[in-house]
């Protein structure tokens, strides 16, 4: 039975009020920020939208959803690593090609926030960075809220900047209750990589 023309103006008129892109922040000490990420991800890809992960640290390690975005297609999913992997130990200073790894890769995220080809995209580890002054947070803040309208972006990490909490419309903070670490357990392949 075809729909009235008001009933799917209104219907049309509601789906498009709904377009509202979200800023996201997954932080906390827990587990489960940039997993969180992923299946959002996942569930984004499954509505026909077009994925980004940027991610901020990573770049050695060869993690299980590299490959599970490839299988879902480049054109969907696309995961740029864009770090060399722990970029500080202990209280360590930031060397220079960290730094520079870190403005490549928001100079990239941020240019892609405008190229409008995507509908969904994650700094992944993004507080880390910011965390360690190696992005200024205020100009984060900016490009973030002067983003496209319909643009939905998730921002990854522990200790998310009060700007940054301030700035989003969702803040989940993942808190650990258990982690097997504490028991000695190390990292599981498929859970953890
Ligand atoms: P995941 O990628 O599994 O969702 P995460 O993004 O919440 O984890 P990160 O702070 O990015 O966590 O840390 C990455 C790695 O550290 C992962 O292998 C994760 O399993 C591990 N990890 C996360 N939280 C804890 C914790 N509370 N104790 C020990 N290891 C942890
Ligand atoms: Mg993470």
């Known amino acids: 039975m075809p729909i009235p023309a008001r009933l799917a103006a209104v219907i049309l008129w509601r789906t498009m009020a709904e377009q509202k892109g979200l800023l996201i922040v997954y932080t906390g000490p827990g587990k489960g920020k940039t997993t969180c990420a992923l299946g959002t991800a996942f569930r ?10 940027v991610q901020f640290i990573k770049g050695s390690w060869h993690y299980g959803e590299l490959d599970a975005a490839k299988m879902l297609g480049d054109d969907r ?10 970029v500080k130990v202990g209280g360590a200073p930031t060397e220079p090609e960290d730094l520079r790894l870190c403005e490549e890769a928001w100079a990239f995220g941020r ?3 405008a190229g409008g080809r995507y509908d969904l995209i994650v700094f ?11 992005l200024d947070v205020e100009k984060v803040v900016a490009a973030l809220t002067a983003r496209p309208e319909p643009l939905h972006v998730i921002c990854t990490g522990r200790n ?14 993942m808190r650990e209750v258990k982690h097997p ?13």
């Open 44 to 53: 984004a890809v499954g509505q026909g939208m077009r994925v980004l992960m």
């Open 77 to 86: 999913f696309e995961i740029r690593p864009m770090g060399r992997g722990f």
């Open 111 to 113: 240019e892609q926030m």
């Open 124 to 134: 992944d580890e993004i507080n880390y960075v910011i965390g360690y002054h190696m």
């Open 160 to 173: 998310a900047h009060p700007r940054l909490v301030e700035a989003a419309d969702l803040v989940t903070e």
């Open 181 to 193: 670490y504490t028991s000695g357990i190390l990292a599981q392949r498929g859970i953890d990589y």
